[in-house]
């Protein structure tokens, strides 16, 4: 009893209430993320209505196995983050870190392949600006794409790096035994972040990298 | 609350796999499938999202209010992406300018 209490707030009737308040609150605030994420979506759907032809010349210039590649390394890590979740819930401190570690590991990994990718598209002068090259009759409508490649792809691994801060704020606590059976929401819903970025993944990859593809 | 888990390793695991199996698809159906491939990327990613959200974020053992909650944002976002492309699809058959206009790269 005096455990469990120890990490209720004065201004909750109970733990029951003060999980529900933050589970809700988190879901609130990943539709506010569905909304920012949702007005890069529609920006991509309207300019690829009007410019077909220049995205799916311009979507052929992306690797589609590091796109596959990278979709495979984040299921990966939504995996791991589940089990994490699951180590917390039956008490298990030990595994719970190492899946922990385990998901940073692949986001890293995944952040790496990207890294590669901005490289490549930097050398081959496929970055919005004055280097920007492109078959001339396409070049305007592709620079939007490329425009709003950089733009999904560069808030989607901001939310990876700021999901990685959080793993890693857990992981410092979970050493620290502040976890149990009873008490691990902050596991719980930074869950709930990692694996909601796996699904803003889950779209960009095929809106990006496949559909435009002439094989 | 009481340290039983919500969802089991087994349910993770083959969830885990069909994401897996789901993506390999994804990425076969670019190669062929012409013409029906759009909305089959589109459909596969919706599965895939789904699956995520129901067994991954434990939707499917939430009650009714989380269901009210993520429910209301795709919603939103249905609305917002509908509704705009509700407009840029049809414009064309008002006025066969307002078509051009958007059609040639500038």
Redesign the interface.
């Known amino acids: 009893m005096s455990k469990v209490e120890t990490f209720r707030q004065h201004h909750f009737e109970d ?2 209430q003060q ?1 529900e308040a933050s ?2 609150g988190m ?2 605030f ?2 506010t993320e ?2 920012f994420f ?2 890069m ?2 920006c991509y ?2 300019y690829r ?3 077909l032809q ?1 995205f799916a010349a311009a979507s052929n210039h992306l690797d ?1 196995w590091l796109g ?1 590649i990278n ?2 390394v984040l ?2 890590s ?2 791991t ?3 994490a979740v ?1 180590s917390a ?3 298990r401190p030990k595994p719970l870190v190492r899946y922990l570690i385990l998901t940073i590991v692949l986001g890293l990994v995944f952040l790496g392949i990207k890294l590669f990718e901005y490289h490549s598209k930097f050398e081959e002068h496929l970055v919005p600006g004055a280097s920007f090259k492109f078959e001339e ?5 592709a620079e939007i794409f490329f425009s709003l490649y950089f733009a999904m792809t560069g808030m989607h691994a901001v939310h990876m790096i700021v999901g990685i801060g959080l793993l890693t704020a857990l992981i410092v606590k979970a050493r620290r035994g502040r976890f149990s ?2 008490y691990h929401t902050p596991v719980e819903l930074t ?2 972040y990692w ?2 970025v ?2 803003v993944w ?2 960009l ?3 990006l ?3 435009g ?1 002439h ?1 | 609350m009481s340290g039983k888990p919500v969802v089991s390793v087994r349910t993770y695991a083959l969830v885990f796999a069909a994401l897996l199996v789901l993506t390999a698809l994804t990425t076969a159906v670019a190669f062929v499938g012409e013409g029906l491939r759009e909305m089959a990327a589109l459909a596969i990613a919706v599965c895939k999202a789904v699956l995520v959200i129901l067994y991954f974020m434990h939707v499917r053992y939430s009650d009714r209010l989380t269901w009210v909650f993520v429910g209301a944002g795709f919603f939103w976002l249905l609305i917002l992406i509908g509704g705009t492309m509700d407009d840029v699809l049809t414009r064309p058959m008002l006025s066969p300018e307002a078509a051009n206009i958007t059609t040639q790269p500038r």
């Open positions: 733990v029951e999980h589970w809700l879901w609130v990943l539709a569905v909304m949702g007005g979506f529609l759907f309207v209505h009007w410019y220049a589609i596959a979709t495979a299921i990966c939504s995996f983050m589940a089990m699951y819930e039956i008490d009759s396409l070049a305007q409508p059976a009873a869950g709930l694996h909601f796996d699904i889950i779209f990859f095929p809106m990298y496949l559909i593809r094989s």
